[in-house]
């Protein structure tokens, strides 16, 4: 199996900055793509930004311009920086990846418990 553990959630101003990172651990022979996706109250979870292990990536035209997805491959880790921040910020943040087990042939999706970001004055 494979645990995504995320940090950096919390509180922040409008027009403020928040930092997240997810670490992938376990028994991992590769990770393809990983992402970000949030889940607002009441609604279904959406796409944030994913970034695959060639570093490409894309974004939802609503943070496009204030979000950065990166990640260190070496760690295992996905970070989302998030400048800018407005209201409508406020959510779970939950991490995903693309991960292969060592061993098997299988690329199976993961998911985090997530993290809650929320943007208040």
């Known amino acids: 199996q494979v645990q995504l553990v995320e940090s950096g959630g919390g509180l922040a101003q409008p027009g403020g900055s928040l930092r997240l990172a997810c670490t992938a651990s376990?028994?991992?022979?590769?990770?393809?793509?990983m992402g970000w996706y949030r889940q607002h109250p009441g609604k279904e979870r959406e796409l944030v930004a994913t970034?695959?292990?060639?570093?490409?990536?894309n974004y939802a035209d609503s943070v496009k311009g204030r979000f950065t997805i990166s990640r260190d491959n070496a760690k295992n880790t996905v970070y989302l920086q998030m400048n800018s921040l407005k209201l409508e910020d406020t959510a779970e943040y939950f991490c995903?990846?693309?991960?292969?087990?060592?061993?098997?042939?299988?690329?199976?999706?993961?998911w985090g418990k997530g993290t809650l970001v929320t943007v208040s004055s």
């Open positions: 376990g028994n991992i022979f590769r990770i393809n793509a």
């Open positions: 995903n990846a693309d991960a292969q087990l060592r061993g098997r042939l299988v690329v199976m999706n993961y």
């Open positions: 970034i695959t292990s060639g570093l490409s990536t």
